[in-house]
């Protein structure tokens, strides 16, 4: 199978768990209990105005014409419209993307930073104090409640110090970009969006730089003990190049591989970090929009956070197939 | 090999960049920032955080910080039917009639109000008020918002259509507007002192839904600035304000649904009004130094409703010997630490109708076996259902409650806890036989009137009901064509001591709402539940 035909099977395998995405999506509204009317009707509604509402919402046609019009409309990029909110769901799902992305971004790079060095550094001093010190670290980290870890940096940095921000999103990685040609000053800028999103970053990146820094740490020590790394050192290369230029290059393939796949975890994942820093993302929208019984903005929120899943995936998929050919073959 | 290398590396690097390149641009698109909003303020938005803080920045700006449980649910003020919104969307618009913070009727855009003959109400409007479009406000604006209200066929159908009424006509005239009611409406004052925000009639026609729910256009003292959907808005003082100024010159509504992350954000000085502090995070504000508690009672009764038409519930013995048993004051000191008092009918003290003769149950559990063994029920087994974090500590009042029914000797009670919108897809079926036997549920009466309460959830036709009474009928019926303020409130009071004896509800409480508010600012809240920032003032 070439590389083209390969990609064309992945994307076509995306497309049909889209579908399944939304499908199940929309059969949620139907088998969870309450009705969506309810959300929008006060309770002593009489009997008469819920009829019309539920008119209005479209709720009184057979499931299969909602069904069919809802695949119809969504191929046209309209998602719908928010009954509670009484606007269109597309507009109000996308203006948020941009805050989680930001965040699970922010979140990798914090993960990236700190796990790399930290399992190299481990790997190359073995049983040394560093080493115990950093699988404590992951230990920590992976057995670590995000959410916990949040409240209690909240409490501390937030409260206590005064250091961070304790929630919401003030400023954002645009108005720092910004800050450089305008009027803004551009550290005060910079320091503000770090005051707001340093410690959800590190909040929802936590578990991810202990599982990094894991991976990093046994790619390692596979690396060094092959057979190129002692030619390598035969050869008289410096240690420093053996290791980062040789062995470090071969270990980080396989963290690529999951620093992707976990990106799209971020953004699914991000619900609770989001609700506990009230970060104004997808989770934040998902969250409110299950409290509202707002099911337009619900199935649309999900239908993005499944599908970027899936699309992050296939990226990974292909340039992994790319860089190492045997996978489209196979 | 080495071609191979530098390809992929130089993928790898183009690959890099286009994902950061990406996520900058879609990070600095990221707002709702509506286009006639731009257009109508200078405000550069938030670009300091959206926690306005403590009495103003160093340039002298008052802002005033509010975090809520939950955002608005679009701006559109006739369009929603929960507080959150219109706590949000109050900021901007008004009614004809408001109140004080006690509940009292007060001016608005109205200046007089009479009845001119039964069933029809007229209004005689305040001059030179005008939207934050710059329009003047006409008797035809105020005409047609009442229409958009209470007729279907007028651009929406509104989950507000029976809150001021059976309307059947409103007619505009000079300065003034008529309603026209289907019927006496005895109460039309205090539902238009609730209710009826008034939009501007061009300005709906020429929008469309989504323009409505982002953007706001009333008469009230402050105008929209900001609107960051489900995250915050920002609103600022509308200079032309028929009123007095607020103090305040800006004010950020933000909400966090964690409870710890409000109180957070007002001991941080990030925020100066927070609403429902839990009674498990009172210590911590009334410990700090930059905040205090402030509660008040609200206008929300919880009670836990029997169904009359149900074994052992049929029984009026039986009714009472669970308001006999459970001990309200024992649940309101030891779960709610005092927020909350008790109540003994279904009207609330200080609202029309409500009886000052009618005491509350007392706890007395060998009453409540005596009655129990009266009703010939003795040994029964029975399920109180409630709802999960619907209202203040409902779960654990439930369980409370639930445990002390079963701790008689002759009566176990076990706890079924639902989701709210299940439980309240059974209470809303409109059928009394596929509503719940015994379940604990709230309302709230912002009108501050006993048929309010009584119509909906204890009246045979109400919305709600548990309880089919020929007398309560025929004493709210009557109440509802009585004219004479005086004589009506008897009869109500009738009603509610009959209510009392007839126990369709073990009472429960009356809820208080919870707020912790900055030592920066001076504020009081009201009894309502909506946040009057207008009344806000710097220490």
């Given at each position: 199978m070439s590389f083209g035909q390969f990609a064309i099977k992945r994307v076509l395998q995306g497309v049909g768990v889209v579908w399944g995405v939304v499908t199940v999506v929309f059969a949620l509204r139907f088998v969870t209990p309450g009705s969506a009317i309810n959300a929008v009707a006060p309770l002593d509604a009489d009997q008469e105005t819920r009829r019309a509402i539920a008119a209005e919402l479209g709720l009184d046609q057979p499931l299969y014409v909602q069904y069919g019009q809802y695949i119809f409309d969504l191929l046209q990029g309209d998602m719908g419209f928010s009954y509670i909110r009484g606007q269109a769901v597309t507009s109000l799902v996308f203006s948020k993307v941009p805050a989680t992305v930001e965040l699970a971004v922010a979140a990798t790079v914090v993960a990236i930073i700190l796990s790399i060095p930290l399992g190299v550094l481990s790997a190359t001093r073995r049983n040394q104090p560093i080493d115990y010190g950093a699988t404590l670290f992951s230990l920590g980290g992976i057995s670590t409640p995000n959410f916990w870890l949040g409240i209690m940096m909240i409490l501390v940095l937030a409260v206590e110090f005064g250091i961070f921000h304790t929630s919401g999103r003030g400023v954002n990685v645009g108005d720092v970009v910004l800050s450089l040609v305008g009027t803004e000053p551009f550290l005060d800028t910079l320091l503000s969006w770090l005051s707001y999103i340093t410690l959800p970053a590190i909040a929802l990146g936590t578990y991810f730089t202990a599982l990094i820094t894991?991976?990093?740490?046994?790619?390692?020590?596979?690396?060094?003990?092959?057979?190129?790394?002692?030619?390598?050192?035969?050869?008289?290369?410096?240690?420093?190049?053996?290791?980062?230029?040789?062995a470090l290059r071969n270990t980080l393939i396989p963290v690529i591989t999951v620093l992707g796949l976990q990106l799209g975890t971020l953004i699914g994942g991000a619900v609770i970090t989001e609700a506990v820093f009230s970060w104004p993302g997808l989770g934040t929208l998902v969250i409110h929009s299950i409290n509202l019984r707002d099911w337009p903005v619900l199935q649309g929120s999900l239908i993005v956070i499944g599908t970027s899943f899936v699309l992050v995936n296939i990226v990974v998929d292909m340039i992994y197939a790319y860089l190492d050919p045997r996978v489209a073959y196979d | 090999m080495s071609n191979d290398d530098t390809t992929r590396r130089r993928f790898l690097r183009t690959a890099g960049s286009a994902t950061a390149a990406v996520a900058l641009a879609g990070c600095s698109s990221d707002s709702d920032q509506p286009d006639q909003t731009e257009e109508q303020s200078d405000t550069t938005g938030d670009s300091s955080g959206n926690g306005a803080g403590n009495g103003g920045d160093a340039e002298g700006t008052f802002s005033v910080g509010v975090t809520m449980g939950q955002m608005d649910s679009g701006l559109d003020p006739q369009d929603h039917a929960e507080t959150n919104t219109e706590i949000i969307v109050g900021q901007a618009y008004e009614g004809l009639m408001d109140r004080?913070?006690?509940?009292?009727?007060?001016?608005?855009?109205?200046?007089?109000?009479?009845?001119?003959?039964?069933?029809?109400?007229?209004?005689?409007?305040?001059?030179?008020?005008?939207?934050?479009?710059?329009?003047?406000?006409?008797?035809?604006?105020?005409?047609?918002?009442?229409?958009?209200?209470?007729?279907?066929?007028?651009?929406?159908?509104?989950?507000?259509?029976?809150?001021?009424?059976?309307?059947?006509?409103?007619?505009?005239?000079?300065?003034?507007?008529?309603?026209?009611?289907?019927?006496?409406?005895?109460?039309?004052?205090?539902?238009?002192?609730?209710?009826?925000?008034i939009m501007?009639?061009?300005?709906?026609?020429?929008?469309?839904?989504?323009?409505?729910?982002?953007?706001?256009?009333?008469?009230?003292?402050?105008?929209?600035?900001?609107?960051?959907?489900?995250?915050?808005?920002?609103?600022?003082?509308?200079?032309?304000?028929?009123?007095?100024?607020?103090?305040?010159?800006?004010?950020?509504?933000?909400?966090?649904?964690e409870s710890s992350t409000r109180v957070n954000r007002l001991l941080a000085e990030e925020s100066d009004i927070v609403t429902n502090v839990p009674p498990q995070e009172v210590s911590r504000v009334e410990g700090s130094d930059v905040a205090s508690i402030n509660a008040v009672p609200s206008t929300r009764v919880i009670f836990l409703q029997m169904r009359y038409d149900v074994e052992p519930f049929s029984s009026q013995q039986f009714r009472q010997a669970m308001n006999y048993a459970v001990d309200v004051e024992g649940i309101i000191e030891n779960v709610l630490n005092g927020f909350g008092s008790i109540t003994g009918?279904?009207?609330?003290?200080?609202?029309?109708?409500?009886?000052?003769?009618?005491?509350?149950?007392?706890?007395?559990?060998?009453?409540?076996?005596?009655?129990?063994?009266?009703?010939?029920?003795?040994?029964?087994?029975?399920?109180?259902?409630?709802?999960?974090?619907?209202?203040?500590?409902?779960?654990?009042?439930?369980?409370?409650?639930?445990?002390?029914i079963d701790s008689l000797s002759n009566v176990s009670c076990e706890l079924e806890q639902r989701e709210f919108s299940s439980l309240v897809q059974d209470i809303t079926t409109g059928n009394i036989e596929d509503k719940p036997h015994f379940n604990l549920l709230g309302w709230g009466n912002g009108e501050f009137d006993a048929s309010q309460t009584i119509i909906p959830l204890l009246a045979s036709n109400g919305a709600l009901t548990v309880l089919e009474n020929d007398e309560v009928d025929a004493l709210m019926e009557e109440a509802q064509n009585e004219s004479d303020l005086e004589k009506r409130e008897a009869i109500?009071?009738?009603?509610?001591?009959?209510?009392?004896?007839?126990?369709?509800?073990?009472?429960?409480?009356?809820?208080?709402?919870?707020y912790g508010v900055s030592n920066g600012i001076e504020w009081q809240p009201r009894n309502d539940e909506f946040i009057d920032v207008d009344t806000v003032s710097s220490k």
């Open positions: 894991r991976l990093t740490r046994s790619g390692m020590l596979d690396e060094l003990s092959k057979p190129y790394v002692k030619a390598t050192r035969a050869k008289g290369l410096p240690e420093t190049l053996v290791r980062y230029k040789h | 004080d913070k006690e509940g009292g009727i007060i001016e608005s855009l109205a200046t007089d109000w009479e009845r001119v003959e039964p069933g029809v109400a007229r209004f005689t409007l305040r001059d030179n008020v005008t939207f934050h479009s710059g329009d003047s406000l006409t008797a035809e604006d105020v005409a047609y918002s009442i229409r958009r209200i209470v007729f279907e066929d007028v651009d929406i159908s509104s989950p507000q259509a029976n809150d001021l009424g059976a309307v059947s006509e409103v007619e505009a005239g000079d300065g003034e507007v008529t309603v026209i009611f289907d019927g006496l409406n005895p109460i039309v004052f205090q539902l238009f002192a609730t209710n009826g925000e501007q009639q061009s300005w709906i026609e020429e929008n469309d839904s989504d323009f409505i729910n982002r953007n706001t256009n009333g008469t009230g003292p402050f105008q929209l600035s900001n609107y960051d959907s489900g995250n915050q808005v920002t609103f600022e003082t509308y200079e032309d304000y028929w009123g007095e100024k607020a103090e305040v010159d800006e004010v950020t509504l933000s909400a966090s649904g009918q279904p009207t609330l003290e200080a609202f029309t109708g409500y009886n000052p003769d009618v005491d509350p149950y007392p706890y007395d559990p060998d009453e409540a076996e005596r009655l129990v063994e009266e009703s010939g029920h003795a040994g029964v087994e029975i399920t109180l259902q409630t709802p999960i974090g619907r209202y203040l500590k409902d779960v654990e009042i439930a369980q409370a409650a639930a445990s002390q109500l009071r009738e009603a509610n001591q009959l209510l009392h004896d007839l126990a369709p509800w073990v009472f429960m409480h009356q809820q208080f709402s919870v």
